[in-house]
């Protein structure tokens, strides 16, 4: 089975929801978040969480996990102003889906105050 590598930043308290799945799964989206974003680039992940989860929430949190190439396929890779910004746009009714198709743990992998 081929997978993809994706990042995801993360303040605090969407951490501790992940964790609460046994690290398998992200939380629903809220109400005013209709789009769930993993990025496909560490570098990329490391600037949201340091530059925005930090001054948003006190900290933030990159999460890194693999993807079924299978159900990525089903979704352009978009950028989000320029090359560097780039992040799969998935519906956040799809969220579901796309955790069912999380290979193995998503793992926190840096971590900014």
């Known amino acids: 089975m081929e997978t993809v590598t994706l990042w995801r ?3 605090p308290q969407e951490l501790d929801l992940i964790r609460q ?3 398998r799964a992200f ?3 809220l109400p005013d978040q209709p789009i769930f974003y993993p990025v496909t680039t560490e570098e990329y992940a490391v600037k949201i969480a340091r530059d925005w989860n930090v001054p948003a929430s006190g900290s933030g949190f990159v999460t890194k996990f693999e993807v079924r190439k299978s159900f990525l396929d089903n979704y352009r890779v978009e950028e989000a102003g320029g090359s560097a910004h780039r992040e799969y746009w998935i519906p956040a009714e799809e969220l579901s889906a796309f955790n069912e198709a999380i290979v ?3 793992e926190v992998v840096a971590e900014f105050r």
Request: net charge neutral; no cysteine.
């Open 9 to 11: 930043p993360v303040g």
């Open 21 to 23: 799945s046994g690290m």
């Open 27 to 29: 939380p629903p989206r």
């Open 104 to 106: 193995g743990e998503i």
